[in-house]
């Protein structure tokens, strides 16, 4: 296999955090997945509370070996001026989820991951409904992170791809 064929197939990932995604996304036999922090669907929705992805609807609904997923309505608050979603409400979607799973793959409480770029390209129009993002790690790394959010419609229908760019910094204390 090539060697860059590892970051770009989800499904043959391997990531910093030591773990190697399964074909069919099982748990690896020593139960370990890519998170290094504790977290479960309703946790990471609560910590959402009072925060702009509770404003835009956004809701984590899987939390799977090597991904994160979550959805957001398409509704008046998502929605620009013709009632298309909002280019920015996508890009919100994308940088919530990379943003949540950068930092669940860091296991020292001194460190957090925080954006450094990100890039979209919209796809598909979309005017009603919700619209469903996942995240994947194409690199987890010391110092940076880069994870590609992939959000599609309720038919499956590829709306949005972007590509996010974090940093690994010290907290502040």
């Not at 773990?19 to 139960?31: C, I, K, L």
């Not at 479960?40 to 939390?63: F, H, P, R, S």
């Not at 790394?141 to 499956?156: F, L």
């Amino acid at each position: 296999m090539l060697a860059w064929r590892r970051f770009y197939e989800p499904r043959l990932l391997y990531h910093a955090c030591n773990v190697r995604a399964d074909p069919e996304n099982r748990v690896s036999e020593t139960g370990s997945r890519v998170w290094k922090q504790p977290a479960t669907v309703a946790t990471l929705n609560a910590q959402a509370e009072n925060t702009l992805a509770a404003t835009l609807g956004m809701v984590v609904t899987e939390l799977g070996d090597d991904f994160i997923r979550a959805s957001m309505a398409v509704d008046a608050r998502t929605v620009q001026p013709y009632g298309l979603l909002h280019g920015g409400a996508s890009l919100a979607l994308a940088e919530t989820l990379g943003s949540v799973a950068a930092n669940l793959c860091l296991a020292s409480a001194t460190q957090m991951a925080v954006g450094l770029e990100i890039n979209a390209n919209h796809l598909r129009a979309v005017r009603s409904g919700r619209v469903i993002g996942t995240a994947r790690a194409l690199h987890v790394g010391r110092q940076t992170q880069v994870w590609e959010i992939r959000i599609e419609d309720e038919r499956d229908h590829l709306v949005c791809v972007s590509r996010l760019t974090l940093a690994v910094v010290e907290r502040e204390h």
